[in-house]
Each structure stands twice: as structure tokens, then as C-alpha cells.
């Protein structure tokens, strides 16, 4: 990572317009703004992460559907390969809704992502399946998945910068846990439906048809979601960064803007490649294992990941309060080293044959990431200037995630069937430590104002 004192003028507040910027936070959104700014991102962000788990979740149902179904591996291998293109898409997301957001503004950004979102959920609840036209099947699932990865790729930078950037300095971390709070109730919502329609179906309704429902509820979720964020005010920070010289239409480019950023850009990949390959193996992968390749009651594991989840929101603000209080940093650090020492005994655990063992490794590995969780987007935020903030948080992110997160349930279950699951606990644990690294050689940035 190159150092940072050449580029520090780029990411941190510029000495030279100290004025501006205190006026800038004098000018606070109101009560109505803040309530209307919590509402908006958090059911739209909830969306998209419902979406993301709701596919992993209902993959072992509907797989057969759209793959040839007389293998049922490969149908399921298959199934999170598309699983792994849609995080593909989110760097493409990132750029053009970052792009849009650093140029007209968080808001409409934020508008047009939900409804691309939207449109991928009730593609997939409506589209036929392999029986019916073939590889045709394959196809609308994989164009559908596209479309959810490209406007994924965008919601969430646009949404925790819009977050970022209406919070009051001194609670930044505890408003901005509100992304993951929401992120994690959209996907227990999908766990809790998940768990609701197995124990009123069954194994075989759910392969048939059942599993159309949540996609087609997440969708018309979406929907509703659009017409909330379209009364939502732009932030106060952007609007005033908005003078003739920032509304130049020779302002950087996204290249450009992200290489004068590059030590933040290059903290952004650090911390997300631990933090997401550690979210989508416990989130993710580990339920779909248990499920798939260990044969373990749906409606049990299904409950154990709600539980998990429920535990998950309720320390997330906690956390966020805990940053704002005795700085980023120390919290990061409790997460990488934390998550990293009980990564093998967890996953130990995690296959010891029962339900509860399933939840109980789950919930533990959970606490920690939500040390990470609640901060990550304030450090984000903190990290970049507002002409390139969406774009500098949202590309790097995107990359990571796709590279590191996309591709976990995948390798963890190709690992585990060809009995090679240590490999991914070591692979795991490294880019742990590479975030502890990161964290180790990044400065504090709690309650700074953005500039």
C-alpha cells in the first residue's frame, strides 16, 4: 500500500477552506430529514441485502429449476457460480452509481438502484424454469442476477454515504450501523420466511414452486421502496460541495479520483476482503452447507440462522456507539484478530452434526463481525472527500467483494465435498490477519468532519 503523507491532503479536510467546512455542519438536516433519511436507506438497503439471502438460502430448492436436474450437485454448484457473477457485477454498479452520485447527487442514485433491484427480484419470481424452455432457464436467471449485482453494486455506497453524510459527526458510527442493521434484518426477514414457508410446505413444495415467494415479496418490497426514497432531500454536505468549480464537467474522472485516493482506496479492499469473506461464510455459505451437503433439517438451521441474525442486529448499534466513543481503530483490531483465532473452532463446531451447534457457532462468530459491521461505513465515509466519496468507497469496496465474497460459497462448498475445508479456514484466517495489518497502519478517524 503506497504511504500515506503525499496523498494526505485528498482524504483528510483541506487546510485551505476551514470556513466552508464548519459552515457546512452548521447547517444540519432537520428531525424530519434524518427520520425520512433513516426510513429511506434502511428498507431499500434491507432489500438488497433480503435479496442476496434469499438466493443463497432458497438455492438448494430452487437449483433443479433452472439446471439440468438429474445432477444434483452440479445444479447446486451451478446455482452459486451465478451466486458468485452477480458480486461480479458490483464493481460495474459501483462505478456508474458512484459516478452518479458524486455527480448529481446521493439521491437519485439511490432511487435508480432500488428500482434495477426490484426488477431482478420478480424476474427471478417469475421466470420459468428448465422443464419449460431449457437452458433458456439458465439464461433469464443469469441476466437477472446481472441486473441485481449492477444495482447492488451501487445501493450500498450510495446509501451508507447518504447515511454518512446526514449524521451527526459525534454519532457517525452508531447512525451509520443503521446500514447493517437494516442489511441484517432484510436477511433475517428472508431466514424467518425462509423457515415459515419450509415448516408450512415441506422439502418438496419449496423445490416446485414455494420458493418463488420471497423473490416476488422482495420485489414488490422494492417497489414501495422506490416512492419512499423519491421524497428524500439531497444531503446538506453535497448540495453545498456543489459550487461552480466542483460542478465542473472536467472534474476527475473515476480512475482519476480513486488513483489521488489510492491509500484509501487500498484501506477500503484491506478491511472488506476479511470482513466479507468472514460474513458470507457464516451468512451464507455455512446454512446452505448444512442444508445441502450435511442433510440437516431446513426448518432447524434456518431458525438457528433468524437466531444468529437476531443477535447480530441487536449488538450492531451497540458496537457503532462503542467506535464513537473510544475511536475506530481499537474496534476494527477486536474484529480481524478476534474473527481469525475462532475461525477454525468455530467451523469446527459449526459441523459437529446438530442444528444448535450450527446456531451456536454462528452467533459467536457473528458478535465480532459486528465489530466491523457498524463501523465500516463511517470508516469509509471518514476515508474520501464528497466529489469522489461514493465512487472512492463503493469501487474498492465492490472489487473486494466480489473477489473475496462473491466467490465464498462456491469455493466453501466445493472445498468441503472434495474434503479440503481446511484450505478455505486457512485462506480465511489470512486475509483476517491482512485486515488486523490494515487496520494496524490506518489512522483513527472517529468524529471527523467530512469534508
Keep these: 500500500m503506497p504511504p500515506t503523507p503525499a496523498p494526505r491532503p485528498a482524504i483528510g479536510p483541506s487546510s485551505d ?22 426510513v429511506g436507506t434502511g428498507l431499500g438497503n434491507a432489500l438488497e441485502w433480503y435479496d442476496w439471502q434469499a438466493y443463497g438460502i432458497f438455492a438448494p430448492f430452487f437449483a433443479q429449476q433452472f439446471f439440468n436436474p438429474h445432477n444434483e450437485l452440479s445444479a447446486l454448484l451451478s446455482t452459486l457460480a451465478i451466486f458468485a457473477i452477480g458480486f461480479l457485477m458490483r464493481p460495474v454498479g459501483a462505478v456508474v452509481f458512484g459516478r452518479l452520485a458524486d455527480r448529481r447527487g446521493r439521491r437519485l442514485a439511490m432511487v435508480t438502484s432500488i428500482a434495477l433491484g426490484a426488477a431482478g427480484s420478480l424476474i427471478i419470481g417469475l421466470a420459468p424454469t428448465y422443464a419449460d424452455i431449457g437452458a433458456g432457464a ?26 454518512a453524510e446526514t449524521a451527526p459527526p459525534e454519532h457517525r458510527g452508531r447512525w451509520t450501523s443503521v446500514i447493517y442493521v437494516s442489511g441484517a434484518s432484510g436477511m433475517l426477514t428472508a431466514a424467518v420466511l425462509g423457515t415459515g414457508l419450509s415448516s408450512l410446505f415441506g422439502t418438496d413444495v419449496l423445490s416446485a414452486w414455494g420458493w418463488r415467494v420471497p423473490f416476488i415479496v422482495g420485489g414488490l418490497l422494492g417497489i414501495y421502496a422506490l416512492f419512499l426514497r423519491r421524497r428524500l432531500t439531497e444531503t446538506h454536505i453535497f448540495t453545498k460541495n456543489q459550487t461552480p468549480r466542483n460542478a465542473d464537467p472536467q472534474r476527475p474522472s473515476v480512475v482519476r479520483g480513486i488513483w489521488h485516493n489510492r491509500a484509501a482506496a487500498g484501506r477500503v479492499i484491506g478491511l472488506t476482503a476479511g470482513f466479507t469473506i468472514a460474513y458470507q461464510a457464516w451468512t451464507t455459505a455455512a446454512p446452505a452447507y448444512a442444508i445441502s451437503v450435511m442433510k440437516l433439517n431446513s426448518t432447524a438451521v434456518l431458525l438457528a440462522e433468524a437466531v444468529a441474525l437476531g443477535v447480530f442486529i441487536a449488538a450492531l448499534p451497540l458496537c457503532g456507539s462503542l467506535s464513537d466513543r473510544i475511536g475506530r481503530r481499537p474496534v476494527l483490531l477486536t474484529f480481524a484478530l478476534g474473527t481469525a483465532a475462532l475461525f477454525y473452532p468455530l467451523t469446527r463446531l459449526s459441523r459437529a452434526g446438530a442444528a444448535w451447534q450450527l446456531g451456536l457457532a454462528m452467533v459467536i462468530a457473528l458478535l465480532f463481525i459486528a465489530l466491523i459491521a457498524s463501523v465500516a461505513p463511517a470508516v469509509f465515509a471518514e476515508l474520501f472527500p464528497t466529489e469522489v466519496r461514493t465512487t472512492g468507497t463503493g469501487v474498492p469496496y465492490a472489487i473486494a467483494v466480489a473477489l473475496f465474497g462473491g466467490t465464498t460459497p462456491y469455493l466453501q462448498t466445493w472445498l468441503a465435498s472434495i474434503h479440503a475445508q481446511s484450505y478455505f479456514t486457512g485462506y480465511a484466517i489470512a486475509l483476517l490477519l491482512l485486515c488486523a495489518l490494515v487496520v494496524l497502519t490506518s489512522p483513527e478517524t472517529r468524529a471527523k468532519p467530512l469534508t
Design 17 to 38: 477552506q476551514p470556513a466552508q467546512h464548519d459552515a457546512t455542519h452548521d447547517r444540519r438536516p432537520s428531525k424530519n430529514d434524518r427520520r425520512r433519511a433513516l
Design 138 to 163: 439458465s439464461l433469464i436467471l443469469l441476466l437477472a442476477r446481472l441486473t441485481q449485482g449492477l444495482a447492488h453494486g451501487g445501493e450500498l455506497p450510495s446509501s451508507q454515504t447518504y447515511l
